[in-house]
T-cell receptor
């Protein structure tokens, strides 16, 4: 039933480790996103994919590598984790990139709270 | 560049009306959205304005003036459950139809 799901919900890890967050949407949407929300609740776009193609890469360190195996999945792999990576990471999806269908709504997953020690 | 400004906090009483303003600067303006986020939760979509005017959805309304680069979210008949953060977000046709979020307005509803 869940529209956009993410795993894991919580991730606690040591500096220097590599971790992945998975995201799946069952809405049939073409476009998926990764956002980072910091401790001040500032929500910042990291990446967007449209039909598995990278559209936006918002000056994110190349330690972050998104992968979209198909339209319904967008995973985020993070290498060599740093303290500053601690945040809540949200996956989201929307019908398409330009809202040609008229629907501009982005549906957000529940978030993954990453804590780097 | 792109930027949005909205108040950091607003406090109101139950049953009242509150307006949260948002001013923006962007090229290739496509539309202005509003999202609600409760503590520990995910942002959820409230409304979208692409053209000037007022859009009403139940107790919530959103307004846009493209010439003034300004919009607002109006919440009527406030309820305690409306206590949350409210984000305005600009969608721009430049840079891949990016959505840029404001810093959020924390709304406290008091009994």
């Amino acid at each position: 039933d869940t529209a956009v799901s993410q795993t894991p919900k919580y991730l606690v890890t040591q500096m220097g480790n590599d971790k992945s967050i998975k995201c799946e949407q069952n809405l049939g949407h073409d476009t998926m996103y990764w956002y980072k929300q910091d401790s001040k609740k500032f929500l910042k776009i990291m990446f967007s994919y449209n039909n598995k193609e990278l559209i936006i890469n918002e000056t994110v360190p190349n330690r972050f590598s998104p992968k979209s195996p198909d339209k319904a999945h967008l995973n985020l792999h993070i290498n060599s984790l740093e303290l500053g990576d601690s945040a809540v990471y949200f996956c989201a999806s929307s019908q398409d990139l330009v809202a040609a269908s008229g629907s501009h709504e982005q549906f957000f997953g529940p978030g993954t709270r990453l804590t780097v020690l | 560049g792109q930027s949005l400004e909205q108040p950091s906090e607003v406090t109101a009483v139950e049953g009242a009306i509150v307006q949260i303003n948002c001013t923006y600067q962007t090229s290739g303006f496509y539309g202005l959205s509003w999202y609600q986020q409760h503590d520990g939760g995910a942002p959820t979509f409230l409304s979208y304005n692409a053209l000037d005017g007022l859009e009403e959805t139940g107790r919530f309304s959103s307004f846009l003036s493209r010439s003034d680069s300004y919009g607002y979210l109006l919440l009527q008949e406030l309820q305690m459950k409306d206590s949350a953060s409210y984000f305005c977000a600009v969608r721009s046709s430049t840079g891949g139809f990016k959505t840029i979020f404001g810093a959020g307005t924390r709304l406290f509803v008091k009994a």
